[in-house]
Nanobody, 119 residues
Framework: QVQLVESGGGLVQAGGSLRLSCVVS????????MGWFRQAPGKAREFVAD????????SYADSVKGRFIISGDNANNVVYLQMNSLKVDDTAVYYC????????????WGQGTQVIVSS
């Protein structure tokens, strides 16, 4: 089992920054891919970014490319999502997720952390 606990959400003005953290525990993570997803009110959950725990490969949704940065702290088993130049449209509950590199879908999910961007 893998446990994920997010933190760092809050209220921020448009143009501001927030850093989300996801503490990961429960298993050796070298073969895992860590992702961030978000779900806005009335909308489906969407992919934001992911990072390969072992190789550091990253990918981003077009909507956040150039503004968000995903990174992993292997020593402390923490995954970060640095969010810059926030927009009102970034308002959502943000979820951390994990899968092995052989899985198609994400198997483990955190409880989510709320991000509200005001105009």
């Amino acid at each position: 089992q893998v446990q994920l606990v997010e933190s760092g959400g809050g209220l921020v003005q448009a143009g501001g920054s927030l850093r989300l953290s996801c503490v990961v525990s429960g298993r050796t993570l070298s073969t895992y891919v860590m992702g961030w997803f978000r779900q806005a009110p009335g909308k489906a959950r969407e992919f934001v970014a992911d990072v390969s725990w072992s190789g550091g490969r990253t990918s981003y949704a077009d909507s956040v490319k150039g503004r968000f940065i995903i990174s992993g702290d292997n020593a402390n088993n923490v995954v970060y999502l640095q969010m810059n130049s926030l927009k009102v449209d970034d308002t959502a509950v943000y979820y951390c997720a994990a899968r092995t590199r052989w899985d198609i879908s994400y198997k483990y999910w955190g409880q989510g952390t709320q991000v509200i961007v005001s105009s």
